[in-house]
């Protein structure tokens, strides 16, 4: 049966970084798949400015969603690095409200839990995300949605990407849909050639020639992204005897519910 899976992320790659192998599979499975990108990514550059930078995102966040096989994303715009200080409770509204819009059967974002994130828009969509999941079924949590025909909605599945091997209870094959995601991730030329020029000037800073190390790949990058993400997808897949593989922190129903269920969440 056709589910529907709503993406909610800070920016316009995350999708791709972390779950993009996942979207993949779940498009290829039939699944309908929404991203929503809550930032404009409009800070995270070496050679534009904010206006230009946010039109360039845009522009290949909607092509890598297509490259994935996901809808056109949903772009709320809010000011990239600014995320923690939008009023309280903004981004948990327009959560809640996407959820009953979409009435997503799964939800992907990113885990509150994982207490060692330094970004303050992935804290904050985090924690809006898995405050607007877990409650947006009670009728009673922003009732004026109700006036607009948006019914509560409970979400039955929600895959928490974490980089915390320690929180990770659900590894996702993705052996074959990583070519998807890296090709995806590739759309991301102006993010990308940032993240790789960011670790090249630490990578200086530090002493380092990461040319003589890692050898002509290091001034491609969008091979040297290919290759971090096949890496890091190794490593993870690698623990549950896959070639490749996506970490979740999965949730499913209330424990008693799980327990009443035998436990299992596959």
């Not at 190390?213 to 890091?232: F, I, K």
Request: aromatic share 8%.
């Amino acid at each position: 049966m056709s589910k529907t899976v709503l993406v909610l992320t800070p920016h316009p790659d995350d999708a791709e970084v972390f779950a993009g192998g996942t979207i993949a599979k779940m498009v290829a499975e039939g699944h309908r798949v929404v991203i929503v990108i809550a930032s404009s990514g409009n800070k995270g550059s070496f050679e534009y400015d904010a206006d230009t930078l946010a039109a360039i995102r845009r522009e290949e966040a909607t092509r890598a969603a297509a490259v994935l096989g996901a809808e056109p994303p949903v772009f709320l715009e809010h000011p990239d690095l600014e995320l923690d200080r939008l009023p309280p409770g903004v981004l948990r509204e327009q959560f809640v409200r996407l959820i009953r819009q979409y009435k997503p059967d799964i939800v992907i974002a990113e885990d509150p839990l994982y207490l060692a994130e330094v970004h303050p828009d992935h804290r904050a969509v985090a924690r809006a995300a898995s405050d607007a999941v877990h409650f947006a079924h009670l009728p009673l949590f922003h009732p004026e949605h109700m006036d607009e025909g948006l019914e509560p909605h409970l979400v039955a599945e929600k895959y928490f990407y974490t980089p915390d091997p320690a929180g990770a209870n659900k590894i996702v094959d993705i052996t074959e849909t990583i070519e998807k995601k890296i090709a995806a991730m590739a759309e991301h030329k102006s993010q990308v050639r940032f993240l790789v020029e960011e670790v090249v000037r630490q990578a200086r800073l530090a002493g380092l020639d990461l040319r003589a190390m890692l050898g002509p790949m290091v001034e491609d990058p969008a091979a040297a992204t290919a290759w971090a993400l096949r890496s890091e997808a190794a490593q993870i897949g690698q623990k549950a005897g896959f070639a490749y593989g996506e970490a979740f922190r999965y949730v499913r129903f209330h424990p008693i519910v799980e327990t009443l269920l035998g436990g299992s969440t596959n």
